[in-house]
């Protein structure tokens, strides 16, 4: 496994992405701002099927951190070598309309900034075996 965390201050705040390669997927924390959480779980498999889940806020909302991880997806959608997981919370008290923008300037450049680490990563690994594969379901 290799770990990389990048990171971009601007308008105030910073946010950072810490990736981790495991095999051929990604396993991403994007967070930030005043109070770092985890507000949505984004994912994209090989097949490029992907889904979301927005964690309850407050005052019976949900967590809309997952718009900035389909900007850094579409970053580094191109270089992906597997599934991959982004886990993703940005807080910033009393945010202003200028820092909501900076927001996605903000993970476009760290994409980018992914997207070219990546391209330089080695991720030939061994495929899995299934020797003992017994059909159980119908495939």
Request: charged share 25%; net charge negative.
């Amino acid at each position: 496994m290799s770990t990389k965390v990048f990171e971009v201050t601007k308008a105030g705040y910073s946010i950072k992405a810490e990736v981790t390669i495991i095999g051929k997927d990604l396993l991403i924390a994007l967070t930030g701002g005043d109070t770092p959480h985890i507000g949505t779980i984004t994912w994209l498999g090989k097949d490029a099927s992907s889904d979301t889940t927005r964690f309850p806020s407050h005052h019976g909302r949900f967590h809309k951190d997952d718009v900035l991880s389909e900007v850094l997806l579409k970053q580094i959608n191109p270089v992906l070598p597997g599934t991959c997981v982004i886990t993703a919370g940005v807080h910033v008290n009393g945010i202003t309309k200028e820092q909501i923008t900076a927001s996605f300037e903000m993970t476009e450049e760290l994409g980018k900034d992914m997207a070219a680490w990546l391209a330089t990563r080695d991720f030939s690994t061994e495929e899995p075996r299934y020797e003992h594969y017994h059909k159980t379901y119908q495939d």
